[in-house]
């Protein structure tokens, strides 16, 4: 079989009903390049039907489908992981299965990569999120630029493309708990990014929720950025300092007043106000502790149940797939 130049992953996760229409469009648009191709699909412990609607498109296209199938949810990241993990092209391209992107638009991205990028990322033009959502996304964006020094246009966008010398390096850190576009971002020589087109969800419903945006952006941070440790590092300074002269003032005012009782109810409000500090800072560190923990306790990252592609006669045992994934 001939090695196939691009390789395009996709996370899976209780989408059927967008399957179908997301077959009918990937793969015209994916002939039309000319280029031999591949599709792995990562089923990220979905409950409905998408690996039996996987399967069927794989003994369809046997030859440019792979299907890896993990024994639970690991979430979003971890699904393209392991994809990466399993690409043989040149070049990588990331999407999402809820096709607000248009693998249409592929090409764009594959002639940024032809022209010497080794990163590029789409961002989206016209976004038909809602309101909510474009304020959280431009916030983390802007955070993002001045706490990471990452420069990404649209971290958000999960149309992106990666030459291989890339995607090795990303593998190989090994890391539990990663956000692959920055990763990525980080160890890019020469990226870019270019306009891609946005829709609306039609079929199937988001994962995320508010809790969810605002739990990713707390870990990005955490897993990109001492920030939060040195805000809470000068912020300790400050309030010490302003507690030295507030028991200086207190001080000075009982030697030439005598005893007041009546500003006990402010000391009261300024030690309640120290303590959610101290507990909130409490609560960052442990996020960090929580977070080299992970790391230091070798886990696998993920579980495959079953890995489909025509390279082995049969799916790969869960005992084998257990091993490549540590």
């Not at 607000?100 to 990322?121: S, W």
Request: net charge negative.
């Amino acid at each position: 079989m001939t090695k196939p130049y691009l390789s395009v992953v996709i996370p899976i996760y209780n989408e059927e009903e967008v399957l179908p229409t997301l077959f009918g469009r990937l793969f015209p648009a994916l002939d039309a390049i000319n280029k031999p191709y591949e599709v792995i699909f990562t089923n990220d412990g979905s409950k409905d039907k998408s690996i039996e609607l996987l399967r069927e498109m794989h003994d369809k296209r046997p030859n440019e489908v792979k299907v890896i199938n993990f024994n639970r949810n690991f979430g979003q990241h971890m699904a393209i992981m392991a994809g990466f993990e399993h690409v043989d092209g040149e070049v990588i391209v990331t999407m999402d299965a809820d096709l607000q992107n248009y693998p249409e638009d592929i090409p764009l991205l594959l002639e940024k990569i032809e022209q010497g990028h080794d990163v590029v990322g789409g961002y989206r033009m016209d976004r038909q999120d809602k309101k909510w959502r474009l304020f959280v996304s431009k916030l983390h964006n802007s955070l993002r630029l001045k706490l990471t020094g990452i420069d990404m246009v649209d971290e958000g966008c999960m149309l992106r493309a990666y030459t291989r010398e890339v995607i090795d390096r990303v593998v190989a850190t090994g890391e539990n708990s990663t956000f692959l576009p920055a990763l990525a971002h980080s160890f890019s020589s020469n990226p870019t990014d270019v306009g891609v087109r946005h829709a609306a969800r039609v079929e199937g419903t988001s994962s995320y929720n508010l809790y969810k945006l605002i739990r990713y952006n707390f870990d990005f941070f955490a897993n990109f950025s001492k920030a939060p440790l040195e805000f809470f590092t000068m912020t300790g300074l400050i309030v010490s300092f302003l507690s030295i002269l507030l028991f200086i003032y207190l001080i000075v005012k009982r030697l030439a007043f005598g005893p007041d009782a009546d500003g006990v109810f402010t000391l009261f409000a300024i030690m309640y106000f120290l303590i959610g500090m101290l507990l909130m800072g409490l609560g960052i560190v442990g996020e960090y502790i929580g977070r080299i923990y992970e790391e230091v306790r070798k886990r696998p990252r993920f579980i495959i149940k079953d890995y489909i592609t025509t390279t082995d006669s049969k799916d790969k045992s869960p005992t084998e797939n257990r091993k490549e994934s540590e």
